[in-house]
């Protein structure tokens, strides 16, 4: 990777308009315009640095002179090559750079099932994110939010990075287009797109806060306080699966923001860096959190162990032996007069129930409430 940065044919593929709006949106000015030619000046700590932008790939010395480019660029800003020149080829896009630290990755490989799962999780993590910035909430269950998925399909994973093992993943962000505020004055809105990156970068940066500070405390309290800042159940399984499918030390997730937008909020942290001791902390966090939210639309299967009503004529409440997330549960449901009829010939004939409902635990108990579409399956179990 590092040497093919420097490949001819990668110098050729980056684009004049994407380098002209990354040098515009950093600072660089622009000081010279010709047909086949700019020329961008810029000053650092007293030093004036200069960059000949060739604008037609026709010209014989376009390679070389985007290879000077990024020489420059890498000199000025302090970054690796490579790093420069992904930012550059996607200033049309937020890049998110989730990087896994282990000792055994600093040559820039990693094993096979490590490497399925940081992709793997580092997309559960973008997707916990999304739901986020379509609705707060502690848990999202396994129906998620229209508009979180839709934005899924529009995200690129990039190629890989070296540095340990860095996964990169490209979020399209829409072009602002200024005008005379005095001619047309109005609030410029965000999109989507750019919602879901500083949701993202403010969960990862509460997360880490909420870990020290319950390791501190010893309760829920600063998980739950960082709920409106996007964190969630789903954010921090996520977190702990990039951790333990990696045996990584340290999880680093970074930004470079396109400059086709600004960013608001500069208070956003680029980079977070989770280290390995908050990861109990943050599983934990993920379970109470899970087990406090009500989960709409559940569906349970099960067996009917209790039946218990007043009298003949009222409704009656029952307790059904099911699985929950592949565990054995008891989950206990108000029924009416005809379901709860229905339940005992279940009982009896050792029969299957399905019912749908909003799942709710308190303390050890489950409880299935506003349940609807209570069936027997005809089917006998054995």
Known sequence: MKASINDINVLLGIKAIEATSYLRNAGWKSVLIKDRFSLWQNTKEGEEFEILLPLDLSLKDYGSRMGQLLDTLMIFEGRPKLQVFHDIQSTSADLIRIRAEHDSFVDGTVRLNSGVALVTHARDLILAAACSAVERKQFYHSRKPAGATEYLDK?????????????????????????????????????????????????????????????????????????????????????????????????????????????????????????????????EASQLLWESTPKD?????GFVVVLKRA????????????????????????????????????????????????????????????????????????
């Not at 990696?246 to 956003?268: E, F, K, M």
């Not at 639309?297 to 299967?301: G, Q, R, T, V």
């Not at 565990?327 to 029924?335: F, M, T």
């Not at 007069?337 to 489950?366: F, M, P, T, W």
């Open 311 to 382: 009298t003949l004529s009222a409704p009656g409440q029952i307790t059904l032996n099911t699985f929950i997330d592949d565990a054995p549960r008891k989950v206990q449901i108000g029924l009416s007069k005809e379901d709860y009829q229905k339940a005992i010939d279940a009982h009896e004939g050792n029969q299957i129930v399905r019912c749908v409902g909003e799942l709710k635990k308190s303390g050890r108990v489950y409880a299935l409430e506003n349940p609807r579409g209570f069936t027997v399956f005809e089917e006998n179990s054995h």
């Open 297 to 301: 639309d559940f569906e349970l299967k």
């Open 155 to 283: 995200v690129r994973l990039g190629q890989t990075e070296h540095g340990s093992y860095i996964v990169t993943i490209h979020s399209p962000v829409q072009p602002v287009l200024r005008t005379d505020p005095l001619l047309f004055p109005m609030e410029e809105k965000m999109p989507f797109e750019r919602v879901v990156t500083t949701t993202l970068m403010k969960a990862i940066s509460a997360t880490k806060s909420a870990a020290e500070k319950s390791a501190t405390t010893g309760d829920l309290k600063p998980f739950l306080d960082a709920v409106p800042e996007g964190l969630s159940a789903n954010f921090c399984d996520a977190i702990v699966g990039l951790y333990e499918e990696t045996d990584a030390s340290r999880i680093h997730v970074g930004i470079s923001w396109s400059p086709n937008r600004h960013l608001s909020d500069q208070s956003i942290k680029n980079i977070v860096v989770l280290s390995s001791d908050t990861v109990p902390i943050i599983k």
